[in-house]
């Protein structure tokens, strides 16, 4: 069977305090599934792959198909950690290591 | 940081070009000098706009009188049919837009059969719960699919008032793009019709500019 086709997403997270990283990638989910259902969150293969909480950035992991609906989800995204957040998309690659190294991401997050 | 200004910073860093600035119809031209300075601080250039609220079609006469010289781009909103006919036609109207709790059953009867001027729709709009779900979500959806079985021109504006509710250009198209708008058409109204209007808009500031399609070539000597 062929492998599902992936997209990697950088997400800039704009907010007066950075989330923590379980409950910023628990809030997209939600959305998602209240945009989309279970089957939509199901559909997208949503993970989150890295986040730096220094820079505010996170790498987003979807289904190539996904990429748009997914954009839509954090457009529409206002809140995450029960504070006021705007979410967008600064680039997106086919791979992980693209995007790291284009943005030189580091994962503070599991520091 | 002040609003405005984190608000400019958040605007170049999503890749806007240009902006449109509200303003209250009230504000004189020096107060609107600060929030211009900040945007066209970080690189980008403005416009600035006015959104007319009329309750009736004489106050939208009376109020475009008033303010069409001193904003580069009128906005109405249209409540009643009565004001919808006069903004769809009037050529000094440039945008047109519904209230975001307009009844779905009441578009057909505002929009005039013959319309000139550009339809907008505010991503803000469906920002006022924690995610547009619902009523919101099935109204604009409405809205996107009424639109595109009309063909009729659309521009995407996030509305944003504050730093929390802007959007990128991308990512508001595929808000509508998920609704139903095709791609093409999404792209187009977050980027070549608000851009081709306010061209147009900017255009007007020039002192050669006398009206559509005409322009002082040479000036008598």
Redesign the interface.
């Known amino acids: 069977m062929r492998r599902q086709s992936r997209r990697y997403l950088a997400v800039r997270v704009v907010s007066d305090v950075a989330p923590a990283r379980e409950r910023l990638f628990q809030d997209i989910e939600d959305s998602l599934r209240r945009l989309f259902g279970e089957h939509g969150v199901l559909k997208a293969s949503l993970r989150l792959i890295a986040y730096d909480i220094e820079r505010m950035i996170a790498i987003v992991r979807c289904s190539d198909s996904w990429v748009e609906r997914l954009r839509a989800t954090l457009a529409l995204m206002t809140r995450s950690d029960r504070r006021q957040l705007a979410l967008f998309i600064i680039r997106s690659a086919g791979t992980v290591e693209a995007l790291t190294r284009s943005l030189s991401i580091r994962d503070c997050s599991k520091k | 940081m002040s609003g405005i200004r984190r608000m400019a910073q958040?605007a170049a860093?999503?890749g806007f070009y240009l902006v449109g600035l509200t303003f209250d119809s009230q504000v004189p031209s020096e107060a609107r000098l600060e929030p211009i300075e900040a945007f066209e601080g970080r690189g980008l250039e403005t416009v600035s706009r006015v959104d007319l609220r009329p309750k009736h079609r004489n106050e939208l006469l009376r109020s475009l009188r008033e303010v069409r010289s001193s904003f580069d781009v009128v906005a109405v909103e249209c409540r009643t049919r009565q004001v919808a006919t006069v903004a769809f036609r009037d050529r000094r109207v440039d945008l047109v837009f519904f209230p975001p709790d307009r009844p779905k059953s009441m578009l057909g009867v505002s929009t005039p059969r013959s319309m000139r001027r550009l339809f907008e729709f505010n991503?803000a709009d469906?920002?006022g719960s924690?995610?547009?779900?619902g009523l919101d979500l099935r109204r604009a959806s409405d809205l996107v699919s009424y639109v595109q079985r009309r063909h009729l021109p659309i521009v995407i504006s996030s509305g944003a008032t504050n730093?929390?509710?802007?959007?990128?250009p991308?990512?508001?198209a595929?808000?509508v793009?998920?609704m139903g708008l095709e791609?093409e058409q999404a792209i187009d109204s977050v980027s070549r019709t608000p851009l081709s209007l306010a061209r147009r808009s900017l255009e007007k500031r020039d002192p050669s500019y006398v009206s559509e399609g005409i322009r002082i070539v040479r000036s008598k000597a």
């Not at chain 2, 924690?130 to 779900?133: E, H, Q, R, S």
């Not at chain 2, 730093?163 to 990128?168: C, D, E, F, N, Y």
Request: charged letters at 20%; hydrophobic letters at 65%.
């Open positions: 958040l860093e999503m991503v469906l920002l924690d995610l547009g779900i730093w929390w509710t802007m959007r990128a991308k990512d508001m595929a808000v793009s998920v791609a």
